[in-house]
Nanobody, 126 residues
């Protein structure tokens, strides 16, 4: 059974940092593009970042450029999202997604992924 599990969310003060992890089970992430998405209360889902299967291509939403960094460790079958300088407007449930059809080539906002995790809550508040 193919599963993606996000972890690392929590409550953080504005200006703080969190690192989210997306771990795969039941399959290897080596050949999959990975995307990170988020959904804030009352808002539509939005793309945050993505990384190609080789790690050679990364894309970011304008709202997180310079603050978030996506990376992958295929040996650990895990993708990370390092989030720095967090703002209250970053508060959302964050999801990772995986697909072999090179969706990251279409940019960070493209949501055409086959496999999705259950999400992890990130709350930025003082």
């Amino acid at each position: 059974q193919l599963q993606l599990v996000e972890s690392g969310g929590g409550l953080v003060q504005p200006g703080g940092s969190l690192r989210l992890s997306c771990a795969a089970s039941g399959f290897t992430l080596d050949y999959y593009d990975i995307g990170w998405f988020r959904r804030a209360p009352g808002s539509a889902r939005e793309g945050v970042s993505c990384v190609s299967s080789t790690g050679g291509r990364t894309k970011y939403a304008d709202s997180v450029k310079g603050r978030f960094t996506i990376s992958r460790d295929n040996a650990k079958n895990t993708v990370y999202l390092q989030m720095n300088s967090l703002k209250p407007e970053d508060t959302a449930v964050y999801y990772c997604a995986a697909d072999r059809r090179d969706p990251c080539s279409f940019g960070a906002y493209y949501g055409g992924y086959s496999y999705w995790g259950q999400g992890t809550q990130v709350t930025v508040s003082s």
